[in-house]
C-alpha cells in the first residue's frame, strides 16, 4: 500500500467512523454490543461459504477463459454489491470494514 492509499484508507476510516458514531446514537447498547461482536469476528476470519453449482460453473468457466480473473474478487464484489442494494440500513454499520 502506497502512501496515497493509506491517506485514502485513513480518510474512509474517518468516515465510518463519524457514520457509526451518527447512528451508534440511534443504537441500543444491546445492538452496539451485538455491531462489535460481528466486527471482531470478521476481522478474524471475513472469509463465507457459499452453495451454488452454477454460480461456481460460471466463475470457474471465467477463470479458464479469461485471464488474472480472481473469483474471489469478481464473488466479492458482487455479494457485497447485493447484500449493500438488499440491506443498506445495516450494511453502513459496518462502512469501515
Known amino acids: 500500500m502506497n502512501l496515497n492509499e493509506e491517506t485514502e484508507a485513513t480518510s474512509e476510516i474517518i468516515?465510518?467512523?463519524?457514520?457509526?458514531?451518527?447512528?451508534?446514537?440511534?443504537?441500543?447498547?444491546?445492538?452496539?454490543?451485538?455491531?462489535?461482536?460481528?466486527?471482531?469476528t470478521v476481522e478474524k476470519n471475513p472469509r463465507i461459504t457459499l452453495w451454488s453449482a452454477r454460480s461456481a460453473a460460471v466463475l470457474r468457466y471465467l477463470r479458464k477463459t479469461e485471464p488474472e480473473f480472481s473469483i474471489s474478487s469478481e464473488a466479492s464484489d458482487l455479494i457485497d454489491a447485493a447484500i449493500a442494494e438488499k440491506y443498506p440500513e445495516i450494511w453502513t454499520l459496518f462502512n469501515h470494514l
Open 15 to 40: 468516515e465510518a467512523s463519524d457514520d457509526l458514531n451518527e447512528v451508534g446514537s440511534l443504537l441500543s447498547e444491546k445492538e452496539e454490543k451485538l455491531i462489535d461482536e460481528v466486527i471482531e
